[in-house]
């Protein structure tokens, strides 16, 4: 089995930060330490949608809605980050960390950007 764990969610301002940590483990997760990771979001009402992805190489992916704005980060293969800045109210939504290309998502994480 693979568990992925997410952290670091809250309440902040607009124009505030939040970086969101996502730990991985498992005895399996050897089997899928190769592959790309990413966090999701999913607003309420709204369909869960990619945020940003890094392959093993280090190559990112965003979404246009949070590029220059956030950043994605793995520092090694059972922990990735997403740092987000500028965040705006329509960030607001569960942040899921992903493995993907399989079925194993985290618990999720609520952020939520209000004044």
């Known amino acids: 089995q693979v568990q992925l764990v997410e952290s670091g969610g809250g309440l902040v301002q607009p124009g505030g930060s939040l970086r969101l940590s996502c730990a991985a483990s498992g005895s399996i997760f050897s089997i899928y330490a190769m592959d790309a990771m990413g966090w999701y979001r999913q607003a309420p009402g709204k369909e869960r949608e990619l945020v940003a992805s890094i392959t093993r190489g280090g190559m990112t992916t965003y979404a246009d809605s949070v590029k220059g704005r956030f950043t994605i980060s793995r520092v090694n293969a059972r922990n990735l980050y997403l740092q987000m800045n500028s965040l705006k109210p329509e960030d607001t939504a569960v942040y899921y960390c992903?493995?993907?290309?399989?079925?194993?998502w985290g618990q999720g994480t609520q952020v939520t950007v209000s004044s």
């Open positions: 992903h493995l993907i290309g399989t079925s194993f």
